[in-house]
């Protein structure tokens, strides 16, 4: 705050100090001498009386009379001419005058100091041209105003000091304003400074000026974000835990219809009965998928699904997942056709995501492929990409009979393929359907 | 064959697991609630346990299990399916299987448990061979007497009975035997499983007991 107050005033107090300084010399000089002394016509009028009151010529006169203009004018100079041109007294008088005036010396002389400098007064004495004239010659500088003067006589001091004033008005400008930028740029780089939520961390606030204003409200902001950020979390750990205890309320019954169902089906009962049985499990099996699914997309649909996204050998990751597949496959009777090559680079994936990925296209294959009973997975790779392969000899996924539902695994599968960066690329015919996961490098 | 302590809250699922596991050979002990669970511990071999119980729920009970019997396998059997709560229960548990389950699974994943922590002798038939699971002795059948399988031979052939039935992919059998990662192209593996099969297969050539699953690796089926 001082700081600022004195930058603000300094421009004002230079201009006062000059000012001040001006004034006090104007004063000063004044004090030299008064108006009527610097008046250059009172000077000749009163040289021109004095000259006139001057009874005779006689040396002793005019010498005391150059004394006591001598007294009042010291920087004058004057001289004395009788009425035969003879130079009879001098006075302080600089060049060479002539010991002998002859009139056209004296006329040259008027004319060249007519309106010239010194400033220069001829009078004849005792008023009467035959008794001789006497001249007074004052530098005209004395007549300048006083401010003139002030700086002629003091202007290298009055220099010095408005540059200093400037040199002393830069420094503290530049200290002024290094202040404030060092404290902008620690408050930039403050703001710049991430905690493990990623959030700003707030600033240890040590003046109460502007700035420390600026570094408070920032901090409350900072306050602010982490509560929003902790409601944020708080409000998604509580929908994560109403859609995961939906689904668990969702399952249980749905245990318990599976376990009757199980029951049942080892009593001896008719064919139809068997059917029947056989139909109930169906459903019980889609029933679970589809309350799984219908999970993870509001999850995914709101953006809060964890993902954990780490460098993945994709290759091995195909085969653990096929590994875990192939007995479905076998068992339903399906050639599985597995041809890995091993890739360059890794992939960038969360490994959860990528099985449920793999889950969902593998399921679709299972129930609309078993036309075909056979399923591809390889993988493929070009000086631009990467890809897994499933490819399935069914009767593609417009021909399918099975239950509209379906379509939210590939909703699924599409967001988070999405959500890991990936591409992926789905061919749909009568001969069967080839789905492409694709990394771009 | 096992005595498994079973906590279940719902009456219809618990009793219908009861009978089934129990038709399976298996004798249960069903509880609906994690009270007095201790009582039990020193003749469980196995503990399956639901995660939404009156009182402490079934992550509490399963760390309360390994924590008072660590050689205890633990199954935690739940309608719970999001992926925080399968890994908070994979954290200490053995197995997590969802419900709605198939009780077929359900026992295939106890058995695969059993094996894994060596709670049962049992005695397998593959194709001509006996195996004994708890020492792993081979016994030829045909020719009646018994194979002897060198360090590496015995633990490869070790992880393949602790893993009946499952996939092993080249991996997961180099890095669970050998203990170091698998490098591509590595024909280690690949030399011990033609020794493998040498001494176990009627025919190494055409291998009935190791099966190669092409594409992804080996499996020993029964």
Redesign the interface.
Known sequence: MAIILVALFLFQAAYLLVAMLAMGLQEDISGEQNQNETDPKQIEEKWHADSKALKNSSRESISSLFAEWKRTYPAASMFWVDEMGNLMEQRDVKGNLPAQWTPAYTAKFIKERYGGDPFTVISFIGGDEKNGFIVLEIPRNLFLPPLVKAAEKYGIFLGAGLLLIITLFIIVSFLFFRGIRKRLLHLQEAMERRDMDSLPIGIDVQKNDEIGQLEKTFNEMVDELKESKQREQEEEQLRRELIANLSHDLRTPLTKINAHTYSIGKEDISPEGKQAVKALKTSIVNIDRLIENLMSYTLLMASKHKQELIELDEVRFVRENMASWYPVFEKEGFEVNIELEPLEKKWKADPMWLGRIFDNILQNVLRHAKDGLYLEVATLSSEEWDAIVFIDHGKGLKNSSNERGAGIGLSIVDMMVKGMNLEWDIESGDSGTVIKIIRKH | MARILYIED?S??GS??KN?LGERGHEVIWLQSGEGMEGYFSEADIAILDV?LPGLDGFSLGKRIKKVKNDMPVLML????????KLEGLSFADDYL????Q?DELAARIEVLLRRFQKNDQVLDLHHLQVHTKDLRIIDREADNEIQLTGKQYQLFQFFIRHL????????LYEGVWGEQYM?GDKTLMVHIRYLREKLEKNPSRPEIIET?????YRVKI
Request: charged letters at 30%; a negative charge; hydrophobic letters at 35%.
């Open positions: 719902e219809d699922i219908w697991l089934d939404m739940s309608a719970r399916t999001a992926v925080e709560d969802t419900k709605p389950f009780p039935n499952q996939i092993l992919t080249k991996e997961q591509e699953i092409r594409g992804i690796g």
